[in-house]
C-alpha cells in the first residue's frame, strides 16, 4: 500500500490524488473514512459469516411485502445493491469517482475524534491481479461466483476475489455520488492483499485540518443537499444558515442575550 502521508487542505488532497495516478498510471477512485484507523472491510465481513446469506435471503423473502418495485427473486445482481442502498450488510464496498465526495465522507464528524483518511484505489490494477485489468459490470460472468456466494452461503476457489464494478446509479443519491463498488469474495481487509502497493493508496487528515478541508469543500460548492438530493436534506442545510447584521454581528447572539 503506497502511504501519501498528511492532507492538511483541499489543495493537498488533490496533490495527492495526482501523485496515485501517477503512481498507478491509470484511473483512480475514492473512499472516505472518519477514523483513519478503519480497515477496508465491507459490512457484511464484519459479521459472522453464517449471516450473510440469512441477511440476504431473509431481506429477499420480506421486502415484497413493503414495496411493490423489487427485483425478480433470483436477480441477485439487481438485489445486492438494492440492499448496499437500504443499509443491509453486503459484500460490497462503496467508491466514487470524486475526490470532493470522498473528502467531505472523510470530515462528515462536526467533533471528530481521530484522524480520518481517504482510501485511493487503482480499480484497473485491482482487478488485473483476478480477472484481467478490464473494469466490468456487476453482471459480467466473471463475477458471477463472488455474488451467487453471497445468497448460496457456500464457498469456491473462484469466489474469493475482490473486484471493482460498474453497477448502474438507479437512484439519484449514487448518481450525485458518483458511486461504483468493489466487491468482496473473502473476509481480507483489501489493505492487507499481498499486492496492494500496485493499487491501492492512503492519506490522512488530521483533526486539526478537518475545519479547513471542510471550508475548502463549502467554497467548491461540494454540501450535503447535493450528494444527498431530497427535500428532508436541503432543509437542514437550510436551517444552518446564520443571521448576521449590516456590519457583520451576530444577530442570534445578541437575541440570546
Excluded at 473512499?31 to 484507523?37: D, I, K
Aim: aromatic share 8%; with cysteine; proline share 5%.
Amino acid at each position: 500500500m503506497l502511504e501519501l502521508g498528511e492532507a492538511h487542505n483541499l489543495s493537498d488532497l488533490i496533490e495527492a490524488a495526482h501523485s496515485a495516478e501517477k503512481q498507478f498510471d491509470g484511473q483512480v477512485w475514492f473512499r472516505g473514512h472518519t477514523q483513519h484507523e478503519w480497515k477496508l472491510v465491507p459490512t457484511a465481513h464484519r459479521r459472522h459469516a453464517i449471516l450473510e446469506s440469512q441477511f440476504a435471503n431473509h431481506f429477499r423473502l420480506k421486502a415484497p411485502s413493503v414495496t411493490s418495485s423489487c427485483p425478480e427473486h433470483k436477480d441477485y445482481v439487481s438485489w445486492l445493491p438494492l440492499m448496499q442502498h437500504y443499509g443491509l450488510p453486503t459484500r460490497l464496498l462503496d467508491w466514487t469517482e470524486s475526490l470532493l465526495v470522498a473528502a467531505f465522507f472523510a470530515i462528515s464528524c462536526d467533533t471528530p475524534i481521530s484522524s480520518a483518511a481517504i482510501w485511493i484505489l487503482a480499480p484497473g490494477n485491482l482487478n488485473r491481479e483476478s480477472i484481467g485489468y478490464l473494469i466490468p459490470f456487476l453482471t459480467d460472468e466473471r463475477v458471477a461466483p463472488v455474488v451467487n456466494a453471497a445468497f448460496s452461503g457456500k464457498k469456491s476457489n473462484n469466489s474469493q476475489d475482490s473486484i471493482a464494478v460498474l453497477a448502474p446509479r438507479t437512484d439519484r443519491r449514487m448518481a450525485a455520488q458518483l458511486g461504483n463498488y468493489t466487491i468482496h469474495g473473502d473476509r481480507n481487509a483489501l489493505e492487507v492483499h499481498p499486492k496492494a502497493e500496485n493499487f491501492l493508496a492512503k492519506i490522512v487528515i488530521p483533526s486539526n485540518a478537518h475545519d479547513k478541508v471542510r471550508a475548502d469543500l463549502s467554497v467548491s460548492g461540494m454540501r450535503l443537499s447535493s450528494l444527498f438530493p431530497d427535500l428532508s436534506n436541503l432543509a437542514k442545510e437550510i436551517s444552518e444558515l446564520k443571521a448576521f447584521g449590516q456590519n457583520g454581528e451576530d444577530l442570534e447572539s445578541f437575541d440570546e442575550a
